[in-house]
């Protein structure tokens, strides 16, 4: 699991463009609905063995913070 796999499948169980997955997006401002959050988490935990409850998670989390959540480092 790198940065760039994760930030694929975000993109793509969201449907935003990857330019606007920026660390210091929250969800709020991605607007990424309950749905498809929980579908993101599900993903996540089936490929990569990640666990998330929803309820861990609020509008004002950031990407960064659920990539560091699942243990992956942005790029350097």
Same mark, same amino acid.
């Given at each position: 699991?790198?940065?760039?796999?994760?930030?694929?499948?975000i993109?793509?169980?969201?449907?935003?463009?990857? @330019?606007? $997955?920026?660390? &210091?997006? %929250? /969800?709020?401002? !991605?607007?990424?609905?309950?749905?498809?959050?929980?579908?993101?988490?599900?993903?996540?935990?089936?490929?990569?063995?990640?666990?998330?409850?929803? @309820?861990? $998670?609020?509008? &004002?989390? %950031? /990407?960064?913070? !659920?990539l560091?959540?699942?243990?992956?480092?942005?790029?350097?």
């Amino acid at each position: 699991m790198n940065h760039d796999d994760v930030m694929a499948l975000i993109a793509k169980e969201t449907g935003l463009p990857l @330019e606007q $997955l920026r660390p &210091e997006a %929250t /969800l709020a401002t !991605l607007d990424i609905s309950s749905l498809d959050l929980v579908s993101l988490l599900f993903e996540l935990e089936d490929r990569y063995g990640v666990e998330i409850e929803p @309820e861990e $998670l609020s509008r &004002e989390t %950031t /990407l960064g913070q !659920l990539l560091e959540r699942i243990g992956v480092a942005a790029p350097r």
